[in-house]
Nanobody, 122 residues
Framework: QVRLVESGGGLAQPGGSLRLSCAAS????????MGWFRQAPGREREFVAVITWSALTTYYADSVKGRFTISRDNAKNTVYLEMNSLSPEDTAVYYCAGGGYYTGSTYSPGDWGQGTQVTVSS
């Protein structure tokens, strides 16, 4: 249905920043919702952020609120995650997500990217 490809992952120092990108192709009209999840070793995959088509509505996990910013460029079929004030606790594989639905303060994606590694270490 929709192909999601993440980029921008890598190594950052504590307090540093990284910007992730996710390009969508295929049936992109289904991506009214797009967002990000992450999964650290030995941890369950957790929700990070989600954004609507208009970009006027965003939701963040409490653990990243105030530090991360999600945005999207519909002309480019791309969603971004600006990560600031990074800490080692942010180390994880970050997955782009699209489609699906958001209800009860829970985002349930219909499509997933392959993930990109983010490592925060000094």
């Amino acid at each position: 249905q929709v192909r999601l490809v993440e980029s921008g992952g890598g190594l950052a120092q504590p307090g540093g920043s990284l910007r992730l990108s996710c390009a969508a192709s295929g049936r992109t009209f289904t991506t009214y919702l797009m967002g990000w999840f992450r999964q650290a070793p030995g941890r369950e995959r957790e929700f990070v952020a989600v954004i609507t088509w208009s970009a006027l509505t965003t939701y963040y996990a409490d653990s990243v609120k105030g530090r991360f910013t999600i945005s999207r460029d519909n002309a480019k079929n791309t969603v971004y995650l600006e990560m600031n004030s990074l800490s080692p606790e942010d180390t994880a594989v970050y997955y782009c997500a699209g489609g699906g639905y958001y209800t009860g303060s829970t985002y349930s994606p219909g499509d997933w990217g392959q993930g990109t590694q983010v490592t925060v270490s000094s």
